[in-house]
Protein backbone atom coordinates (compact mmCIF):
# COMPACT_ATOMS: atom_id res chain seq x y z
CA UNK A 1 0.00 0.00 0.00
CA UNK A 2 1.89 3.33 -0.99
CA UNK A 3 0.48 6.74 0.53
CA UNK A 4 1.41 9.50 -1.17
CA UNK A 5 1.52 12.71 0.49
CA UNK A 6 4.02 14.16 -3.35
CA UNK A 7 3.96 17.89 -3.23
CA UNK A 8 3.23 17.53 -7.14
CA UNK A 9 2.79 16.50 -9.80
CA UNK A 10 0.72 14.26 -7.05
CA UNK A 11 -1.98 12.21 -6.04
CA UNK A 12 -4.79 11.93 -8.68
CA UNK A 13 -8.03 9.39 -8.38
CA UNK A 14 -7.07 5.98 -9.15
CA UNK A 15 -10.13 5.35 -11.22
CA UNK A 16 -8.71 8.52 -13.52
CA UNK A 17 -6.20 6.68 -13.79
CA UNK A 18 -7.84 3.40 -14.97
CA UNK A 19 -10.11 5.56 -17.24
CA UNK A 20 -7.18 7.60 -18.98
CA UNK A 21 -5.01 4.20 -19.64
CA UNK A 22 -7.52 2.70 -21.38
CA UNK A 23 -8.19 6.02 -22.96
CA UNK A 24 -4.44 5.29 -24.12
CA UNK A 25 -5.39 1.83 -25.78
CA UNK A 26 -9.08 2.63 -27.28
CA UNK A 27 -10.38 6.34 -26.77
CA UNK A 28 -14.22 6.06 -26.22
CA UNK A 29 -14.70 2.76 -28.60
CA UNK A 30 -12.74 4.23 -31.58
CA UNK A 31 -10.33 2.06 -32.08
CA UNK A 32 -8.05 5.17 -31.82
CA UNK A 33 -5.76 6.25 -28.72
CA UNK A 34 -6.56 9.31 -27.01
CA UNK A 35 -2.78 10.00 -28.18
CA UNK A 36 -3.56 9.96 -31.93
CA UNK A 37 -6.93 12.03 -32.58
CA UNK A 38 -6.74 15.19 -34.04
CA UNK A 39 -7.70 18.13 -31.43
CA UNK A 40 -9.97 19.82 -34.00
CA UNK A 41 -12.16 16.98 -33.87
CA UNK A 42 -15.29 16.66 -32.33
CA UNK A 43 -14.13 13.87 -29.99
CA UNK A 44 -11.57 16.49 -28.23
CA UNK A 45 -13.82 19.51 -28.37
CA UNK A 46 -16.01 17.12 -26.36
CA UNK A 47 -13.47 16.61 -23.53
CA UNK A 48 -12.35 20.41 -23.83
CA UNK A 49 -16.09 21.66 -23.62
CA UNK A 50 -17.05 19.30 -20.55
CA UNK A 51 -14.02 20.11 -18.85
CA UNK A 52 -14.60 24.16 -19.55
CA UNK A 53 -18.12 23.36 -18.03
CA UNK A 54 -16.95 21.88 -15.11
CA UNK A 55 -14.93 24.39 -13.93
CA UNK A 56 -17.80 27.08 -14.71
CA UNK A 57 -20.29 24.72 -12.63
CA UNK A 58 -17.75 23.44 -10.00
CA UNK A 59 -16.07 27.22 -8.67
CA UNK A 60 -19.89 28.43 -9.67
CA UNK A 61 -18.23 31.12 -12.30
CA UNK A 62 -20.97 34.35 -13.60
CA UNK A 63 -21.09 34.28 -17.38
CA UNK A 64 -18.36 37.38 -17.25
CA UNK A 65 -15.98 34.78 -16.56
CA UNK A 66 -13.70 33.08 -19.35
CA UNK A 67 -11.72 29.92 -18.38
CA UNK A 68 -9.05 28.74 -20.40
CA UNK A 69 -5.95 25.62 -20.51
CA UNK A 70 -2.69 27.39 -21.71
CA UNK A 71 0.63 25.68 -21.56
CA UNK A 72 3.84 26.60 -19.66
CA UNK A 73 3.11 25.57 -16.48
CA UNK A 74 2.39 28.80 -13.77
CA UNK A 75 5.73 29.81 -13.96
CA UNK A 76 4.65 30.99 -17.53
CA UNK A 77 2.20 33.13 -16.25
CA UNK A 78 4.54 34.50 -13.76
CA UNK A 79 5.50 37.08 -16.83
CA UNK A 80 2.27 36.28 -19.15
CA UNK A 81 0.27 38.10 -17.31
CA UNK A 82 2.08 41.45 -16.58
CA UNK A 83 3.27 41.36 -19.95
CA UNK A 84 -0.90 41.67 -20.80
CA UNK A 85 -1.50 43.98 -18.04
CA UNK A 86 1.75 46.10 -16.71
CA UNK A 87 3.92 48.48 -18.54
CA UNK A 88 6.57 50.90 -17.66
CA UNK A 89 4.09 53.52 -17.24
CA UNK A 90 1.79 51.08 -14.75
CA UNK A 91 2.03 49.90 -11.49
CA UNK A 92 1.24 46.23 -10.05
CA UNK A 93 1.29 45.69 -6.30
CA UNK A 94 2.12 42.14 -4.99
CA UNK A 95 1.84 40.70 -2.15
CA UNK A 96 5.51 38.49 -1.13
CA UNK A 97 4.78 34.94 0.88
CA UNK A 98 7.20 32.67 -0.50
CA UNK A 99 9.13 31.16 -3.70
CA UNK A 100 6.49 31.01 -5.59
CA UNK A 101 5.37 34.84 -5.05
CA UNK A 102 8.97 36.24 -5.08
CA UNK A 103 9.15 34.55 -8.70
CA UNK A 104 6.23 36.12 -9.78
CA UNK A 105 7.41 39.65 -8.67
CA UNK A 106 10.52 38.87 -10.48
CA UNK A 107 8.84 38.51 -13.19
CA UNK A 108 6.60 41.22 -13.29
CA UNK A 109 9.59 43.71 -12.76
CA UNK A 110 10.76 42.96 -16.32
CA UNK A 111 7.43 44.57 -17.39
CA UNK A 112 6.98 47.70 -15.09
CA UNK A 113 6.76 49.01 -11.81
CA UNK A 114 5.88 46.54 -9.31
CA UNK A 115 5.35 47.58 -5.77
CA UNK A 116 5.53 44.65 -2.71
CA UNK A 117 2.44 46.11 -0.42
CA UNK A 118 3.71 43.09 2.02
CA UNK A 119 6.39 40.65 2.90
CA UNK A 120 6.31 37.84 5.64
CA UNK A 121 10.21 37.06 4.39
CA UNK A 122 11.83 38.70 8.23
CA UNK A 123 10.33 35.39 9.19
CA UNK A 124 11.45 33.04 6.75
CA UNK A 125 7.86 33.57 4.96
CA UNK A 126 5.78 31.31 8.33
CA UNK A 127 3.01 33.99 8.63
CA UNK A 128 1.23 35.56 6.10
CA UNK A 129 1.13 39.49 6.80
CA UNK A 130 -1.86 41.02 7.93
CA UNK A 131 -3.02 45.21 7.47
CA UNK A 132 -1.34 46.13 4.39
CA UNK A 133 -2.76 48.36 2.06
CA UNK A 134 -3.18 48.38 -2.00
CA UNK A 135 -2.47 51.46 -3.56
CA UNK A 136 -5.51 52.06 -5.87
CA UNK A 137 -3.22 52.95 -8.64
CA UNK A 138 -2.39 49.73 -9.11
CA UNK A 139 -3.33 48.16 -12.61
CA UNK A 140 -3.79 44.75 -10.24
CA UNK A 141 -2.84 42.96 -6.75
CA UNK A 142 -1.39 39.44 -7.07
CA UNK A 143 -1.37 36.82 -4.63
CA UNK A 144 -0.32 33.30 -4.07
CA UNK A 145 -3.33 31.68 -2.16
CA UNK A 146 -1.50 28.83 -0.93
CA UNK A 147 2.34 28.80 0.06
CA UNK A 148 3.48 25.14 -1.34
CA UNK A 149 6.93 25.32 -0.17
CA UNK A 150 6.17 27.47 2.89
CA UNK A 151 3.11 25.64 4.22
CA UNK A 152 0.89 28.67 4.91
CA UNK A 153 -2.17 29.62 3.19
CA UNK A 154 -4.53 32.65 3.04
CA UNK A 155 -7.97 32.05 5.22
CA UNK A 156 -9.50 35.02 3.42
CA UNK A 157 -9.74 37.47 0.47
CA UNK A 158 -7.71 40.66 0.46
CA UNK A 159 -10.34 43.51 0.43
CA UNK A 160 -9.15 45.94 -2.29
CA UNK A 161 -10.89 48.13 -5.68
CA UNK A 162 -7.89 47.57 -7.46
CA UNK A 163 -8.68 43.99 -9.61
CA UNK A 164 -7.59 40.68 -7.61
CA UNK A 165 -5.33 38.14 -9.31
CA UNK A 166 -4.26 35.00 -7.58
CA UNK A 167 -2.21 32.25 -8.32
CA UNK A 168 -4.02 29.38 -6.64
CA UNK A 169 -1.80 26.64 -8.10
CA UNK A 170 -2.13 24.56 -5.07
CA UNK A 171 -5.52 25.27 -3.51
CA UNK A 172 -7.77 25.47 -6.36
CA UNK A 173 -10.88 23.39 -6.14
CA UNK A 174 -9.88 22.67 -2.52
CA UNK A 175 -12.41 25.00 -0.67
CA UNK A 176 -15.37 26.95 -1.21
CA UNK A 177 -14.39 30.93 -2.38
CA UNK A 178 -15.80 33.27 -4.16
CA UNK A 179 -14.15 33.20 -7.19
CA UNK A 180 -16.16 35.80 -9.27
CA UNK A 181 -14.29 37.90 -7.11
CA UNK A 182 -11.19 37.83 -8.61
CA UNK A 183 -10.52 39.42 -12.34
CA UNK A 184 -7.24 37.06 -12.90
CA UNK A 185 -6.94 33.24 -11.57
CA UNK A 186 -4.30 30.95 -12.47
CA UNK A 187 -3.29 27.20 -10.93
CA UNK A 188 -0.72 24.84 -12.96
CA UNK A 189 -3.12 21.81 -13.19
CA UNK A 190 -0.68 19.15 -11.23
CA UNK A 191 -1.94 19.67 -7.70
CA UNK A 192 -5.23 19.30 -7.42
CA UNK A 193 -6.84 20.06 -11.19
CA UNK A 194 -4.77 17.00 -13.16
CA UNK A 195 -1.81 16.12 -15.15
CA UNK A 196 1.12 18.51 -15.86
CA UNK A 197 1.76 20.18 -18.32
CA UNK A 198 -1.65 22.28 -18.25
CA UNK A 199 -2.38 25.73 -17.15
CA UNK A 200 -6.05 26.73 -15.93
CA UNK A 201 -6.87 30.17 -16.55
CA UNK A 202 -10.24 31.79 -15.29
CA UNK A 203 -10.39 35.55 -16.21
CA UNK A 204 -12.98 38.10 -16.21
CA UNK A 205 -14.10 39.22 -19.75
CA UNK A 206 -13.27 43.36 -18.59
CA UNK A 207 -10.28 42.80 -16.89
CA UNK A 208 -9.35 41.15 -20.11
CA UNK A 209 -10.31 44.03 -22.28
CA UNK A 210 -7.85 46.26 -20.51
CA UNK A 211 -5.36 44.42 -21.78
CA UNK A 212 -2.27 45.31 -23.60
CA UNK A 213 -2.56 45.83 -27.73
CA UNK A 214 0.54 43.95 -30.02
CA UNK A 215 1.87 41.12 -28.19
CA UNK A 216 2.49 37.89 -29.84
CA UNK A 217 -0.64 35.85 -30.23
CA UNK A 218 0.51 32.72 -28.11
CA UNK A 219 0.94 35.35 -25.43
CA UNK A 220 -2.27 37.29 -25.73
CA UNK A 221 -5.17 36.20 -23.59
CA UNK A 222 -7.77 37.63 -25.87
CA UNK A 223 -6.32 35.70 -29.04
CA UNK A 224 -6.68 32.52 -26.79
CA UNK A 225 -10.06 33.48 -25.81
CA UNK A 226 -11.28 34.54 -29.47
CA UNK A 227 -9.52 30.76 -29.92
CA UNK A 228 -11.41 28.53 -27.19
CA UNK A 229 -8.21 27.26 -25.82
CA UNK A 230 -6.75 26.34 -29.64
CA UNK A 231 -4.82 28.74 -31.03
CA UNK A 232 -2.36 25.73 -31.24
CA UNK A 233 -1.87 22.20 -30.40
CA UNK A 234 -3.37 22.49 -27.06
CA UNK A 235 -1.76 19.59 -24.49
CA UNK A 236 -4.65 17.03 -25.79
CA UNK A 237 -4.13 14.12 -23.03
CA UNK A 238 -3.13 16.44 -20.09
CA UNK A 239 -6.63 18.54 -20.94
CA UNK A 240 -8.24 14.69 -21.07
CA UNK A 241 -6.63 13.94 -17.30
CA UNK A 242 -8.16 17.04 -15.95
CA UNK A 243 -11.60 16.74 -17.38
CA UNK A 244 -11.69 13.14 -15.83
CA UNK A 245 -10.44 14.95 -12.53
CA UNK A 246 -13.25 17.62 -12.52
CA UNK A 247 -15.52 14.66 -13.36
CA UNK A 248 -14.73 12.69 -10.49
CA UNK A 249 -14.62 15.66 -7.98
CA UNK A 250 -18.18 16.77 -9.28
CA UNK A 251 -19.73 12.98 -8.50
CA UNK A 252 -18.23 12.93 -5.21
CA UNK A 253 -20.18 16.27 -3.99
CA UNK A 254 -17.81 19.06 -5.62
CA UNK A 255 -15.65 21.60 -3.64
CA UNK A 256 -17.86 21.82 -0.79
CA UNK A 257 -17.88 17.91 -0.13
CA UNK A 258 -14.21 18.24 -0.50
CA UNK A 259 -13.64 21.07 1.39
CA UNK A 260 -15.14 18.67 4.87
CA UNK A 261 -13.08 15.64 4.11
CA UNK A 262 -9.77 17.59 3.36
CA UNK A 263 -10.71 20.09 7.04
CA UNK A 264 -10.61 16.55 8.07
CA UNK A 265 -7.36 15.65 7.03
CA UNK A 266 -5.66 18.75 8.12
CA UNK A 267 -7.05 19.04 11.47
CA UNK A 268 -6.01 15.26 12.30
CA UNK A 269 -2.96 15.85 11.52
CA UNK A 270 -2.03 18.94 12.83
CA UNK A 271 -4.15 18.29 16.08
CA UNK A 272 -1.45 15.07 16.43
CA UNK A 273 1.29 16.79 16.20
CA UNK A 274 0.43 19.28 18.30
CA UNK A 275 1.05 17.34 21.09
CA UNK A 276 4.07 15.62 20.18
CA UNK A 277 7.24 17.68 21.44
CA UNK A 278 9.24 15.91 18.98
CA UNK A 279 7.65 17.53 16.23
CA UNK A 280 7.54 21.38 15.87
CA UNK A 281 5.11 23.60 13.70
CA UNK A 282 7.27 26.76 12.45
CA UNK A 283 4.14 27.85 10.91
CA UNK A 284 1.55 30.42 12.59
CA UNK A 285 -1.70 28.70 13.31
CA UNK A 286 -3.85 30.88 11.90
CA UNK A 287 -1.85 30.75 8.77
CA UNK A 288 -1.42 26.58 8.28
CA UNK A 289 -2.00 25.66 4.92
CA UNK A 290 -4.99 22.19 4.83
CA UNK A 291 -3.21 21.50 1.75
CA UNK A 292 0.59 21.19 2.45
CA UNK A 293 1.70 20.44 5.96
CA UNK A 294 5.20 21.30 7.05
CA UNK A 295 6.82 20.42 10.40
CA UNK A 296 10.25 19.48 12.00
CA UNK A 297 12.10 17.85 14.48
CA UNK A 298 15.15 19.22 16.41
CA UNK A 299 17.03 15.98 16.25
CA UNK A 300 18.61 14.87 12.82
CA UNK A 301 19.21 11.47 13.63
CA UNK A 302 15.55 10.59 14.50
CA UNK A 303 14.69 12.62 11.38
CA UNK A 304 16.46 10.19 9.24
CA UNK A 305 15.20 7.54 11.20
CA UNK A 306 11.63 9.15 10.55
CA UNK A 307 12.38 9.16 7.14
CA UNK A 308 12.92 5.65 6.86
CA UNK A 309 10.16 4.33 8.86
CA UNK A 310 7.92 6.62 6.49
CA UNK A 311 9.82 4.48 3.73
CA UNK A 312 9.32 1.43 4.85
CA UNK A 313 5.94 2.04 5.13
CA UNK A 314 5.11 3.08 1.73
CA UNK A 315 5.02 6.42 2.94
CA UNK A 316 5.99 8.68 -0.21
CA UNK A 317 7.00 12.39 -0.25
CA UNK A 318 7.34 13.23 3.06
CA UNK A 319 10.53 14.78 3.23
CA UNK A 320 10.45 18.77 2.89
CA UNK A 321 11.29 21.13 0.15
CA UNK A 322 15.33 21.59 0.29
CA UNK A 323 14.54 25.26 1.38
CA UNK A 324 12.94 24.53 4.01
CA UNK A 325 13.83 21.46 5.29
CA UNK A 326 12.32 18.68 7.52
CA UNK A 327 8.66 16.96 6.50
CA UNK A 328 5.89 17.92 3.90
CA UNK A 329 2.78 16.34 3.60
CA UNK A 330 0.55 17.26 1.04
CA UNK A 331 -2.76 16.42 1.88
CA UNK A 332 -4.01 17.70 -1.96
CA UNK A 333 -7.76 16.83 -2.67
CA UNK A 334 -7.50 12.91 -4.36
CA UNK A 335 -5.63 11.96 -0.98
CA UNK A 336 -8.30 9.68 1.34
CA UNK A 337 -8.56 10.31 5.21
CA UNK A 338 -7.37 6.76 5.68
CA UNK A 339 -3.56 8.38 4.36
CA UNK A 340 -3.71 10.78 6.68
CA UNK A 341 -4.66 8.23 9.89
CA UNK A 342 -2.26 5.98 8.37
CA UNK A 343 0.65 8.58 8.46
CA UNK A 344 -0.51 9.95 11.99
CA UNK A 345 -0.71 6.33 13.93
CA UNK A 346 2.88 5.74 12.28
CA UNK A 347 4.24 9.90 14.18
CA UNK A 348 2.12 8.39 17.23
CA UNK A 349 4.08 4.92 17.37
CA UNK A 350 7.06 7.01 16.24
CA UNK A 351 6.57 9.02 19.66
CA UNK A 352 5.92 6.55 21.92
CA UNK A 353 8.57 4.29 20.72
CA UNK A 354 11.11 7.59 21.34
CA UNK A 355 9.24 9.07 24.81
CA UNK A 356 10.73 6.67 27.35
C1 LIG B 1 3.74 24.43 -8.22
C2 LIG B 1 3.47 25.87 -8.15
C3 LIG B 1 3.89 26.76 -9.17
C4 LIG B 1 4.72 26.34 -10.34
O1 LIG B 1 4.01 25.61 -11.25
P1 LIG B 1 4.65 25.16 -12.65
O2 LIG B 1 3.48 24.57 -13.33
O3 LIG B 1 5.73 24.17 -12.33
O4 LIG B 1 5.20 26.34 -13.32
C5 LIG B 1 3.54 28.10 -9.04
N1 LIG B 1 2.83 28.53 -7.98
C6 LIG B 1 2.44 27.72 -6.98
C7 LIG B 1 1.64 28.27 -5.84
C8 LIG B 1 2.75 26.36 -7.03
O5 LIG B 1 2.35 25.53 -6.05
Not at 13 to 26: G, L, N, Q, T, Y
Not at 153 to 163: A, C, D, Y
Request: contains cysteine; aromatic residues 10%.
Amino acid sequence: MIHNFNAGPSILPKEVFEEASRAIVDFNNTGLSILEIGHRTPLFENVLNEAVSLIKDLMQLDSNKEVLFLHGGASTQFFQLPMNFLSKEKKASYLDCGVWGTKAIKEAKNFGLVEVVASSEDKNYTYIPTGFEVPIDSSYFHYTTNNTIEGTQMQWIPETSVPLVADMSSDILSREMDFNRFSFIYAGAQKNIGAAGVNLVVADKEFLKQGNENLPSMMDYRVHVANGSMLNTPPVFAIYVCMLTLRWLKKNGGIKAIEEINSKKAELLYSTLEQIPLFQLPVNKADRSFMNAVFTMENPTLEKEFVALCKKEGMVGVEGHRNVGGFRVSLYNALPLSSVEAITDLINAFANKYAS
